[in-house]
Each structure stands twice: as structure tokens, then as C-alpha cells.
């Protein structure tokens, strides 16, 4: 009697196992946050935004009026496999105006006008309107000069935090080809450099 149960019993056992771990590897793909780091499956742009990638000029409006604006919340960058990932994070109203495009040297402060010397053969300037990275003297992102070891970016720096509009500079070691994303929650403009 015994020796009958053991068979039905492992066999049952093995149906549990693989079960089990069926509905463990489903749970875990339906909770996956959301995340920068890979590129999005699904993204919300409007038709003026490169998704596809370019060297040209990429500009968008928003329709933001000019005496609301948007909070640059947090920078941050990352390499990955074929590309370097910048990504700025904003506050409500949502993602400003923005225009990107490869800048000659020398790149400069857009209050002082003082002189930036970048390393790198490419300067690709991200500009935000109407944007702070202040609010009420207390700066939003505290880290504006950032060198970089990643494939392509070499320096990232905040060249503009004046009269709503806000600046970024990714000097990069070639004008690579890149591509511009918007998210939603929170909004988000991810910029793709080619290596």
C-alpha cells in the first residue's frame, strides 16, 4: 500500500512544484516598477519629439504658459548596452517646452556668459522652458557639474537656471546620434546617446 502511494504521491508533488513556480514567475513580470534604466516598451511623445535616433535639432512645446513652470527635480545618467541614458524628472505642470541640438564651443553660462571648456569633440545642450531647478532660494537639484565615466558622456553640466529656462550640456567624446522620450509618472524627458 505504501509503495503505491509513493509514485502518486511524487507526481503530485511535481504538479505543486511546477505550479508554484508558474505563478511566482508571473507574479514577479505583472510587479516590476517602472524604471529608466532599460529603454520603455511603452512612451507617451508627441509627434514633434525624436523617438527615432537623430544628429538634427529636436524641439517640442509644450503649451505651458510662460508664467507657469516646471521644477527640474532630479538629473541623473547612466550607461548602457549601444547607448549613455540622461534622464530629467519634473514636477507638475509636467514636461516644459524643450529643444536639444549639438552647440559649438566654447559653451557658455547663460547669465555670467562665462566661458565652459568641455571635454569631448560633441556638446549637446538640453534646454527647458519655462523650467527652475530653484524654488523659494532653495535649489531643486543640487549637483550641477557631474563628470562622468560612462561610454560617450564625459561631463554633464547645468549651463542656465535663469528667467525660467534651464540649460544642460552633455559634452560627449563624438556628436553621436541621440533620441529624445517623454514619461509620465512622474514626467520625465530621457535623452539616448549613441555610442
Known sequence: MRSELCPNLRGILAVCLCLALLLACTLKDNHKAPSDVSPPAATRHAPEVAADWTAGIVSRSSGLPQSRFSLVRKVRAAGHEGYDRIVFEFSEPG???????????????????????????????MRFTPARMHHQS??????????LRLAVVQRLVATCDFENRVAWVAAVSEPNRYRVLTLDDPPRVVVDIQH
Do not use: F
Request: glycine content about 10%; overall charge negative.
Open 95 to 125: 514636461i516644459p517646452d524643450l529643444h536639444l541640438e549639438y552647440i559649438d564651443e566654447p559653451v557658455r553660462q547663460c547669465g555670467s556668459g562665462k566661458a565652459l571648456y568641455l571635454p569631448g569633440d560633441g556638446w549637446l545642450e
Open 138 to 147: 532653495m535649489t531643486t537639484v543640487v549637483n550641477r557639474d557631474r563628470y
